[in-house]
């Protein structure tokens, strides 16, 4: 077995290749050109350190009410920055594609009201200065991590981006559109796993989770982790996000709707707010077991909150000899 060379003073191609291999620019993102962590500030929240970040709010803005109602629920269980979709892309032409200027609006109230800072969509550059006049944070969604032209023009801008992994996306790839961003200026970058397309489909993507680690290793960006649509299914996104949590996500991103059964876009994966808040609960012993920093709620949970991972109900069915225990 070849031994892994000593780290030199200044970092050798060949020990470069140990620990990023086969990909080669990601000069800037790379931890070959940086080695400490980078943390991104989004309006005063700091993602990258030693606390675990949580985003939640709806996947679109429908109303005033829908967001401002999911808003507080989601402040109130712990989470420290809202999301919600104003320009959404959508794979049918004719489902709701977003409120546009008016849910932009809706969300830099959601802010004022609740103090938490907002990322939301911008799926075009042409959006770009309606999004940054009303959000902290520019997300850069799965569809659009390959559209170069918008990442060059987030690039120039000095404002954090959310990038997210393509779901057709190898990890060079992904860390090579970081890059495009970053050499137009703004490192102000976040990765984000969202799910990846596999032959599986019982789940909407396959949550490639290795890509925490993997990815902490190669670059000094914050990393984040998307269980709902990395699941489409809202009974796995708790699972999945205490289990991205344990692989050293440095945050979470979460869809939390009032009323997911009248959502109008990702209502089946979507937490109703007692769902998020006993999670986020859930959550904390695993955070705290690996020394990260969790947040706390404004509300205690109470002792009647159902657990999340409920004992199986006694069947009457008769067990069948291969699973009785031995005597
Ligand atoms: C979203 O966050 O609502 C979204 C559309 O995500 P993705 O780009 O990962 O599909
Ligand atoms: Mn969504």
């Not at 007692?274 to 990260?292: K, L, Q, S, W, Y």
Request: net charge neutral; hydrophobic share 40%; glycine share 8%.
């Amino acid at each position: 077995m070849r031994e892994r060379p000593a780290r030199p003073e200044r970092a050798t191609r060949a020990w470069r290749n140990m620990i990023t291999p086969g990909i080669s620019d990601t000069r800037l993102v790379g931890r070959e050109g940086k080695a400490e962590n980078t943390v991104v500030d989004v309006g005063g929240v700091l993602v990258g350190g030693q606390e675990i970040v949580v985003t939640a709010g709806p996947c679109s803005v429908e109303s005033e009410e829908q967001l401002l109602a999911t808003a507080f629920a989601v402040k109130q269980a712990g989470a420290r920055i809202l999301r919600g979709g104003a320009f959404k892309p959508r794979t049918s032409p004719y489902s709701f594609h977003g409120l546009h200027e008016e849910g932009l609006k809706l969300l830099a109230q959601a802010r004022r009201a609740t103090g938490l800072p907002v990322v939301t969509e911008a799926m075009d550059t042409r959006y770009l200065d309606a999004v940054c006049a009303h959000a902290d944070m520019i997300q850069i969604g799965s569809r659009n991590m390959q559209n170069y032209t918008l990442l060059e023009e987030v690039g120039k801008l000095r404002v954090p981006v959310l990038l997210k992994r393509g779901f057709s996306a190898t990890i060079e790839e992904f860390l090579l559109a970081a890059e495009y961003i970053a050499s137009g200026g703004n490192g102000q970058i976040i990765l984000c796993e969202r799910g990846i397309r596999t032959f599986e489909t019982s789940t909407r993507n396959t949550l490639d989770l290795s890509a925490v680690p993997l990815l902490k290793r190669w670059t000094h960006l914050p990393v984040i982790v998307d269980p709902s649509h990395g699941t489409g299914l809202w009974w796995l996104v708790p699972h999945m996000a205490r289990a991205a949590v344990a692989a050293g996500a440095d945050g979470l991103l979460v869809e939390v709707h009032v009323n997911p059964q009248e959502a109008l876009s990702d209502g089946e994966q979507s937490l109703r707010p007692e769902t998020f808040e006993r999670m986020m609960n859930d959550i904390r012993p695993v955070a705290h077991a690996i020394g990260r920093r969790w947040p706390l709620g404004t509300r205690i949970a109470s002792k009647d909150d159902l657990p999340l991972h409920p004992q199986p109900q006694a069947s009457n069915r008769a067990t069948p000899d291969l699973f009785r225990p031995a005597k």
